[in-house]
C-alpha cells in the first residue's frame, strides 16, 4: 500500500484522475471500477476535462459499479445509476453496453449477485479499483463486521451509514437500509486500487486503515494487503496520522509529498 498526501481535494483528485489515465493509454480496454459518493467527484471532473480537451478515450472500456441501493429505480435521482449517469457517463464516449451497475430493483436479488461476480469473471477481472471510504471505515456497503473475504451480496446498513448517506435525502427515512454491494473479497481481486479519502470526518477512518490493525471492524484497513494499493487523501483526512508518519510523508525534497510503503 502507498499512502499519498496532496494538500487539497483538487489534487487529490487530480492525482487519481492521472492515474487512471495513464492506465487506459496504456490499456485502452480497461475494465474499470467505479465508486459513488461526493469523494469523486473531482476525480469524474478531471477525467471528463481529459476527455473533452485531451482526447482521452474510453470506448472500450468496461466499467463495473461497486453498489447499489436496493428498491431505487435506475431514473431515482438518488440510485447510483443516476448519479454516475449524471457524474461522469453522459459525459464521455463509453459504451452504454459495458457499463455495470447493481439492479436494486431486481426481484431476485441473490441472483443478481452471482450474475454480478460472473460477469466481472467474464470480463477479465477488474483492472482498477476506485474506493472511497466511509467515516466508519466502510467501502463500498461493506460495513463493520463484514467478512473480510465476502462477495457481492446484500448488506443491511449501519445507522451511521444511513445518518451520513442522509444529507442526499430530503430526510433521514427516505434513506434505503438495504443495498446490493461487492464484497471485501471481490474488491481485493482487482489489480490496482485507488482509496480517496478527504476531508476532516473521515481522519479517523484514515488513521485506523493505514496504521491500525487489520480487522473486519475497519473494513478499509484490508488494504494494507494489497500489493498495489495507492490511499491518496488530502491534508484534512491525514490530520490524526501519526507524526512519524506525516513527517515521512511531508518531509521531501522540494517539499513533494512522498509515498509510504
Known amino acids: 500500500m502507498l499512502v499519498m498526501l496532496r494538500s487539497t481535494y483538487e489534487d487529490m483528485s487530480r492525482e487519481a484522475a492521472n492515474i487512471v489515465a495513464e492506465r487506459l493509454r496504456r490499456k485502452p480496454d480497461m475494465v474499470l471500477g467505479l465508486a459513488t459518493g461526493s469523494t469523486p467527484l473531482g476525480m469524474y471532473r478531471e477525467l471528463i476535462r481529459m476527455h473533452i480537451e485531451e482526447g482521452l478515450d474510453f470506448s472500450k472500456v468496461t466499467t463495473f459499479n461497486l453498489d447499489e441501493y436496493v428498491g431505487l429505480p435506475p431514473s431515482h435521482d438518488q440510485s447510483y445509476h443516476y448519479f454516475m449517469k449524471e457524474a461522469l457517463f453522459d ?7 459495458r457499463v455495470h451497475v447493481p439492479m436494486g430493483m431486481a426481484p431476485d436479488v441473490e441472483a443478481i449477485c452471482e450474475w454480478y461476480e460472473e460477469r466481472i469473471r467474464q470480463a477479465g477481472g477488474i483492472d482498477l479499483q476506485i474506493l472511497g471510504i466511509g467515516s466508519n471505515g466502510h ?123
Open 139 to 261: 467501502i463500498a456497503f461493506n460495513e463493520p463486521g463484514s467478512s473480510l473475504g465476502s462477495r457481492t451480496r446484500i448488506k443491511t446498513l449501519t445507522e451511521r451509514t444511513i445518518r451520513d448517506n442522509a444529507r442526499f435525502f430530503a430526510n433521514k427515512e427516505e434513506v434505503p437500509h438495504l443495498a446490493i454491494t461487492m464484497g471485501i473479497g471481490t474488491i481485493m481481486e482487482a489489480g490496482e486500487l485507488i482509496i480517496l479519502a478527504n476531508g476532516e470526518k473521515k481522519a479517523d477512518a484514515v488513521k485506523a486503515s493505514v496504521e491500525g490493525p487489520i480487522t473486519a471492524m475497519m473494513p478499509a484497513s484490508i488494504v494494507q494487503m494489497h500489493r498495489k494499493a495507492y490511499f491518496i487523501v488530502d491534508e484534512t483526512a491525514a490530520s490524526k496520522l501519526s507524526p512519524d508518519m506525516l513527517e515521512e510523508l511531508t518531509g521531501r525534497p522540494n517539499g513533494q509529498p512522498a509515498m509510504h510503503s
Open 91 to 97: 459525459h464521455i464516449n463509453l459504451n452504454p453496453s
